[in-house]
């Protein structure tokens, strides 16, 4: 069994900023990458940004420069921070961990609950 508690949504107005964290657990024999992923109303699920175990990043054109996406190894948690936010960034983000349950097994993706970021004008 694995978990993911993901925190730190709410609401902010157009400018703020918010920090999202998202802490696995559980039967997890390597992580290959986390990330973090939104969908907005009407919309399908996008990237946001992920970063793999080496660190290495990848952003969405919509949020470089704006969003930074970190990683703590010893406690398998991801941060996203999230500043200057605009009302097209209003959304529930999905934390996403890219994992191997054995040294055998194929890496799987497996998805938090979600946590509702909203952007007010």
């Known amino acids: 069994q694995v978990q993911l508690v993901e925190s730190g949504g709410g609401l902010v107005q157009t400018g703020g900023s918010l920090r999202l964290s998202c802490t696995a657990s559980g039967s997890i024999f390597s992580i290959h990458s986390m990330g973090w992923y939104r969908q907005g109303p009407g919309k399908q699920r996008e990237l946001v940004a992920t970063i793999s175990s080496s660190g290495s990043t990848n952003y969405a054109d919509t949020v470089k420069g704006r969003f930074t996406i970190s990683r703590d190894n010893a406690s398998n948690t991801v941060y996203l921070q999230m500043n200057s936010l605009k009302a097209e960034d209003t959304a529930v983000y999905y934390c996403?961990?890219?994992?191997?349950?054995?040294?055998?097994?194929?890496?799987?993706?497996?998805w938090g609950q979600g946590t509702q970021v909203t952007v007010s004008s």
């Open positions: 996403n961990l890219y994992y191997s349950h054995t040294w055998y097994n194929a890496p799987v993706n497996y």
